[in-house]
């Protein structure tokens, strides 16, 4: 088995850290099988959902030309894999190479979890944590039970975390609202976008949380702006970086 | 048309953050209201499912089941109109109103009104027209349009409410008792429908097999509207229909607990025809719904039910207030259908939204409003009609994420810029991110660098 790790560009670019975690993990589970072409740049999310098409067509079609040699391909994040998986049509000329690429592109928590149906592993994370599930990850690709439908719970993420010892989920009181980050949303509607991330961070904190995780970066890198910026006592962590750390597989 | 700008309105509605946060919070409690009603029912979703199945059938057999409805109401007695636009359904109002020599009508339950512009209208030919429905009533009042499909007076709280009956009911000063201010509007309403000459209501649903017709209410209000004056017009939207009397039920269970989290609207009142002695006319209203018909891509947008669940479950529209979307459908759904009408002065609507999927899974007919917005986000870019300078971003954006060695520099360079650039050139008026938020920490080197460098024996 070939996995084709994909790391989003602002990952790559800003938090490193979490693609390290990425790969240790896959690394982990999948010796000797995890590969990052280095070709790889971007899914093409932030032009596409700007309505911006044709810029967003060479990062789609290049996408699919890295990856497609790939058994599995892998990303840390719900919303890239969503772009791949429900987005691409219309954007990739190939179109039998899309549907190959896009039946085996899996988000990091749903690879370890459907793919590998590995069990949750042990470990220790001694920490009260926030989980904020991130939009993409939980409504478009059902990682979770969203709040609003009205089928059997199940949250394919908290259950990955579940046998580390010593974690505490904190539950906020509304349990899977937007943070605002939106892509240019959190640029074009600033005003908007920063009281929902305020809110949400808000709603964590009143629930105790010590660490916010999430499978999406980029939904932590808006709360997280805004954190720094007041300086509240919390700590953001993708879902990948906890279950590293509870692992205790970090190395070096 | 001046172009209205969501994210200027918005701004101004967050820019008062007690009141932001108060409106947030009252929507909230009834999208809480509405997963608690939902819960009650174990065939929720396979009521969503069979509620999406009619009214897509409906709809793609639309043309037959108008004519149905047209042919078993006027059996039934009523006069049907057809309205190909708000002006056309104005006039056609009006011209009833004037051959009767009718000058006060009352009026309850139509945004279908409000979207035609047809207070204004008759005002303007000298009929008062007065909205019985308490939170449209205050909304009138207060000269303004109502922020909510299904709480128009959402937005107000019960102080304002307090001082303005106060003003044009000579309610106590300081009075904000939600049960005094009601009674207050109801005798000052019961004049109003006593004196009225005509009621005017909206329809929730059309049945074509009956040619009848339901207007759901908490009020009462559209009953007495309609009980009192001998002339009664029904203003619907033409994809309001459903098909046979049997369907009714699966969408009476679903619109009020989508809507208020109450198991059925306090009246569901149900129109087959005049009362003896009285007119029922009813006017089908296009106004740009064959166009959304016509259409691939918002087509399903007609099965709309308009129970605001998707306003009320938007985490943007609860935080930047109905008005903010200048329109008289807002949130999700208005995103949607308001740029069909107009494009160019819509524009930023279908922006007005971080694709968090909430309104898609809370839709009671199972609208695929995310996709569609996303869709529109297409329409706009290919219509020119995006900013300037994020048409230039996302081309410079587009360009540096298919480019490796772009990236590579331009990442770097960035980086190196955010390290050691000074905070004023970082975090001033051009950079929206940095107003509230913290840029991220750039680290040494990025994911690709330390892989590279791992691979060459590096160590990691
Ligand atoms: S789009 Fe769906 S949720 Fe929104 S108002 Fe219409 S029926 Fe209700």
Known sequence: MRVGLFIPCYIDQFYPRVGIATLRLLEHFCPGQVEFPTSQICCGQPMANSGCVSDARPAAERFVATFRPY???????GSCVSMVRHHYHGLVADEAALAEVQAKTFELCEFLTDVLQIEPPAGRFPHRVG?????????????????????????????????????????PDRADECCGFGGSFAVYEEAVSCMMGRDRISDHQRAGAEVLTAGDMSCLMHLDGLIRRERRPLRV???????????????? | ??????????????????????????????????????????????????????????????????????????????????????????????????????????????MLTEECGLNPYLEQQGIEVTDTDLGEWIVQLRREHPSHI???????????????????????????DPTYLTEAARHRLREKFLQAEAGLTGVNFGIAETGGF????????????????????????????????????????????SATGQPITAYSTHYHGPRPGCELHIVLVDNGRTKLLASDDFRNSLRCIRCGACLNTCPVYRRSGGH???????????????????????????????????????????????????????????????????????????????????????????????????????????????????????????????????????KS
């Open chain 1, 131 to 171: 989980m904020h599930q991130s939009c993409h990850g939980l409504r478009d690709l059902r990682l979770g039970k969203s709040s609003e439908l009205n089928v059997a719970p199940f949250n394919k993420v908290e259950r990955l975390l579940s046998k580390l010892d010593g974690i505490e989920y904190t539950q």
């Open chain 2, 150 to 176: 299904v709480l128009p007076a959402i937005h107000i709280k019960k102080e304002e409410v307090g001082e303005l009956f106060h003003r044009e009911l000579g309610t106590d000063e300081g009075a904000t």
């Open chain 2, 214 to 257: 339901v207007v759901c209410t908490n009020e009462g209000n559209s009953d007495l509207g309609t009980s009192l004056p001998k002339l009664h017009i029904a203003s619907m939207g033409i994809e309001k229909l459903v098909p046979r009397l049997d369907d009714l039920g699966v969408f009476l269970r679903l619109l009020a607990r």
């Open chain 1, 71 to 77: 058994d599995y391909i892998v990303a840390p994040s």
């Open chain 1, 237 to 252: 962590l993708h879902v990948a970086e906890v279950l590293v750390e509870g692992m205790g597989i970090g190395g070096a």
């Open chain 2, 1 to 110: 048309m001046k172009t209205f700008d969501h994210p200027t309105a918005a701004a101004e509605f967050v820019a008062d953050d007690a009141h932001a946060h108060w409106h947030d919070q009252a929507l909230w409690f009834i999208r809480a209201k509405r997963d608690k009603a939902s819960q009650t029912l174990p065939e929720w979703e396979v009521l969503r499912e069979r509620a999406a199945a009619i009214k897509q059938h409906t709809i793609s057999h639309l043309g037959d089941y108008l004519e149905e409805f047209e042919r078993n109401a006027t059996r039934l007695g009523a006069v049907v109109h057809w309205a190909r636009d708000a002006a056309e359904h104005n006039a056609i109002v009006h011209g009833l109103l004037r051959e009767r020599g009718v000058r006060r009508m009352v009026k309850s339950k139509s």
């Open chain 2, 324 to 458: 903010s979307y200048a329109a008289s459908v807002a949130g999700p759904i208005g995103s949607i259908v308001n740029p069909s009408r107009d494009a160019a002065k819509y524009h930023t609507l279908p922006f007005a939204c971080t694709l968090c999927g909430s309104c898609g899974d809370v839709c009671p007919v199972k609208i695929d409003l995310p996709n569609q917005l996303l869709t529109w986000r297409q329409r706009i870019a290919e219509l020119g009609l995006l900013e300037p300078s994020k048409r230039r971003l996302m081309g410079v954006a587009g360009k540096l994420l298919s480019s490796p060695r772009l990236y590579a520099f331009a990442g770097s360079a960035g980086r190196t810029v955010l390290r050691w650039a000074p905070r004023w050139l970082l975090y001033n008026r051009f950079n929206p991110w940095g107003r509230q938020r913290e840029l991220p920490t750039p680290p040494d080197e990025s994911f690709r660098q330390w892989h590279a460098r791992r691979g060459r024996g590096g």
